[in-house]
């Protein structure tokens, strides 16, 4: 005996009743669940299918599915931090190197140059903070969208909009209290300022630019369902 | 054997072993081989063998692909290129540590 169409629904709910909304994780939890209830019809066919998914969900553990959704949320944001070290360490080679060391020359003389360096530095922070937002923005009603078109809601799309953990490092408002007009700016602080902050773009960049769109398309091609979602 | 905390750390090294006997497999296919090859004196639970797969995945030992399999998607694993050279340093890891801890619990049969 299989489990239908119905009952398959009626374990999508089953999911989202204990805590799993991501559909991509949703989904590899159904299969098992009905796996896990059609061989007990195999041993027992008068089984009620509600009595055989309560006896698979024990299977789980006390936990029930909240460990499998945290252990695939920290995997897919290691993958994504990993991939965009990967990435990131190019700009640190030939001939890329010399696009970053050029990005580091100018804005240091740029600082160099500014009446208050301290102003410069903070205008600096506040653009990129505006785009910081917008991008989150962006990214967070992409997933309402999705979801209000589809009613699925995916757990890559959640890792990528928060840039796989990078987005509490590259929120810039956390580092606003270190402001400081009365401060001094020798070639040191100034070069270093200026190493870290094309460094941090370069992070931002290769996220938003090079791996966010790989991983899309990575999961594009495992989960065909995510690829019709796109073109609603 | 079916309750014992020992495999544990060995269940990375199954999965792959698992995984380079078969083209691919499935999370609720691989409780059964091991259940099967070790005629029900090993159990992985489910609670472990989904994290354990979402890791070896996300170091990119293995790939995924999802497939319609009668009324629902089933999620295939496969080993990558890297995960096939992975296999074989865990066999042998684990062949090492077999032959160390036969050393300690029973010395006589390896003097022999």
Redo the contacts between chains.
Sequence with gaps: M????EQ?EDLYAFTRKHFVEWYDVQ??I???L???VE?QWQENPHLNFDEALKNEFK???I?GFS??VE??TN??E??YR?EVWRYLKGYFKLPKIILTGFGVWGLYHILQYSRNTEYAVIFFMAGILCFFFIYNLKESNKIKKTHRKTGKKWLFEKVIAQLGGFIHLLNIGIYMPLINFDRQWDTLATLSFSVCAVIYILLFYVSVKVVSPKLKEKLSK????YKLSLNL | MGNSNLYKGSLTTIILKLLEEHDKM????IT?KVKELTKGELKI???AL??SL??L????LLD???VK???????YYKLTEQGTKETVNKLSELQDYIKTMQALVSPKLILE
């Design positions: 299989k489990v239908n169409q398959i989904t590899e159904v299969d098992h009905a796996n896990g061989a299977k789980f553990g936990f460990g499998i252990e695939k995997a897919l290691k993958y990993k495992e989960h065909p369902e | 499935y999370g609720y296919e059964q639970t489910e609670g989904y994290p979402h890791k995945e996300a170091d990119g995924v692909e999802v399999v009668d009324n629902r998607l089933r999620k």
